[in-house]
């Protein structure tokens, strides 16, 4: 292409960015905070149903009064404006009051997740400088800091005058996978999130009739809209059980027996949902978010298929731009599902190298402007210049680089293509491979590493640990070392030993070569005794993907992982007619039990 029609082809790019980016809008709660926000809506019905959590209930004016009375604790021990605040709780009445308290005080809450290992709750608390933990009396011997427990709490206390709070202070602070090793705490202002709110609201319109089930960990973005956008607009949040989340049958029965109208899922859990029979009976959902991975055209076919009169929609965004950037209503005519258009007060850009406007159709990077972008990372200003850019669109103005592919269609909609990175997203949750190598690296055995995730089978992705060994690595110990520095779903299903890593004609690490893991070596082989065995040894083979699974050979060490045990309790209940939960897989995890 010559000079003149590469001048010709951004000019036109330009253009229908402009268009396509006319997203300016006045928004009325643009000047306050969600506390406030939170507050005002709690007195215009102050006894409504808030909160309800396995048969407890909370009104509006009870949840606000004990979150006051609990920032009164909190202000005493110098939470205010800025101040990021670590809570750590099960799902429970008690974790919202919790955020609200935290909010009341004019803090930003940290989410700690009480099943992340110890070291890596230390090392939030620590980096954040969290002055206490609200934390519950069964999780108070995972911190060595400073704790309130919520379970004691004396709600006695006067509550807090709220202090003057700008919507420019923080609301929370989440950590997320970061590629050196450590997790990255990603700060949020008020203002990006209350624009997300309010376009939320004005997009899919709750009112008091909605019932909107909560549970997403409240360490994952996605869960702060699942809090406070009920409670900004007078719905219902219904909490579920812990746990709850992993289990398609109990969510399909709290669906159902608590009238849920609204709830979000990742698109893997959305199909290990829709295969249990129950699903077809949540006819009184009106609208199914979907976010977090891509959204298969054949799974939005198989949705619309199981829940006909239900709405689907799909949505795009990272923890750096306030959950959600872009917006989809979904359609079961269609054979592709993009991500959409941008939300209130956002652009989008899709860049190439020298951050110039590709034209529609052709891939880039993508890149995000607006009010919803998080003032950057805590304490990494070395990584918030790298990855929050001047815009060369709007003087003054910051974009965040995703790291995410993408491409415009004719009409304005945005299609996600791949990452540009080794960033990925397992079930839903983002992973830096990255961090898990760098753990492996520090192993004794270990020469060198690399993760990959793998989908060897369609719709299954599992993480693959690869090893060059540095004198006889212990596998078993590898694995041990990863769960006790990493969340469950960053510890890689299997690993394999390699004596040398297959590298490109020009000396780089040639990924695309590295084997596949034998998940059959695995196998004992012992056979079924019982009817009962064979029928579960048959329920292993087909869920696992592995062939000849024998009584003693076990769920993880065959790549078993949350999602699987999800589907094999499915496949349990409906096969034998016996009732089991996930955690049973893991308490029991081979055929023999």
Not at 3 to 14: G, K, M, W
Not at 176 to 201: C, D
Not at 279 to 294: F, I, K, M, N, Q
Not at 339 to 345: D, K, L, Q, S, T
């Amino acid at each position: 292409m010559n000079e003149l029609e590469l001048i010709t082809v951004n000019h036109d790019a330009r253009q229908l960015l402009a268009a396509w980016n006319d997203t300016t809008t006045d928004v009325p709660e643009a000047g306050r905070t969600l506390t406030r926000l939170l507050a005002e809506q709690a007195a215009r019905t102050p006894d409504a149903t808030a909160l309800v959590f396995e048969g407890e209930t909370l009104t509006c004016r009870e949840l606000h009064d004990r979150a006051a009375r609990l920032a009164n604790l909190l202000a005493a021990r110098g939470v205010g404006p800025g101040v990021l605040t670590g809570v750590c709780a099960d799902r429970s009445l008690e974790l919202v009051i919790a955020l609200l308290g935290v909010l009341k005080a004019g803090g930003a809450y940290v989410p700690l997740d009480p099943d992340y290992p110890a070291d890596r709750l230390a090392y939030m608390v620590a980096d954040s400088a969290a002055p206490v933990v609200l934390t519950q009396s069964h999780h108070e011997h995972l911190f060595a800091a400073e704790t309130i427990l919520l379970d004691d709490v004396d709600y006695g206390a006067v509550p807090v005058v709220e202090p003057e709070v700008s919507t420019k202070d923080l609301a929370y602070a989440i950590y997320t996978s970061g590629s050196t090793g450590r997790p990255k705490g990603v700060l949020v202002p008020h203002e990006g999130i209350v624009n997300r709110l309010a376009w939320t609201q004005a997009q899919y319109g709750l009112t008091a009739e909605d019932r909107v089930l909560q549970k997403t960990p409240s360490s994952f973005d996605v869960s702060v809209w699942e809090f406070f956008w009920p409670l900004l607009t007078g719905a219902t949040l219904v909490l579920a059980r812990p746990g709850g989340h992993r289990d398609p049958a109990y969510l399909a029965g709290v669906i159902r027996a608590e009238r849920i109208t609204t709830v979000h899922f990742v698109p893997s859990m959305l199909q290990a949902f829709l295969l249990d029979p129950a699903a077809a009976t949540c006819t009184g959902l009106r609208r199914v978010l979907c976010s977090g991975e891509a959204l298969p055209a054949e799974l939005q076919a198989r949705f619309f298929a199981t829940l006909p009169g239900v709405e689907l929609h799909n949505l795009y965004g990272p923890t750096e731009a306030s959950v959600d950037v872009t917006y989809w209503a979904c359609e079961k005519e269609n054979a592709t599902v993009p991500i959409g258009r941008p939300v209130w007060n956002t652009r989008t850009y899709v860049l190439d190298a020298r951050l110039q406007p590709v034209a529609p159709g052709e891939s880039g990077e993508l890149y995000l402007a607006g009010v919803q972008l998080a003032r950057g990372y805590h304490g990494r200003p070395g990584l918030t210049a790298e990855r929050f850019v001047a815009s060369p669109f709007e003087p003054g103005e910051r974009m965040y680089r995703t790291g995410d592919l993408a491409r415009w269609d004719e009409t304005g909609a945005l299609h996600y293509l791949g990452r540009t990175d080794h960033q990925v997203k397992i079930r839903g949750l983002r992973v830096e491979l990255g961090e898990i190598e760098a753990v492996l690296d520090r192993q004794p055995g270990v020469g060198g590493s690399c993760v990959l995730a793998r989908e060897d089978r369609e719709g299954d992705q599992r993480l693959v640990g690869y090893v060059v060994p540095d004198g006889t690595p212990d596998l078993d110990a590898l694995r041990a070392a990863l769960a006790g520095n990493l969340p469950e779903y960053m510890v890689p299903a299997a690993f394999v030993v390699l004596d040398d890593f297959p590298l490109t004609p020009s000396g780089k690490l040639d990924r695309k070569a590295l084997p596949a893991p034998d998940w059959a070596a695995a196998r004992t082989g012992r056979a079924p005794r019982t009817p009962r065995e064979a029928a579960l040894c048959s329920l292993f083979s087909e869920i696992l993907g592995v062939d000849g699974v024998g009584i003693d050979d076990g769920f993880l060490a065959l790549g078993g992982h949350s999602l699987l045990a999800a589907k094999l309790v499915s496949g349990i209940r409906a096969t034998l007619g016996l009732e089991a939960a996930i955690g049973d897989v893991f308490r029991a995890p081979t055929p023999a039990g």
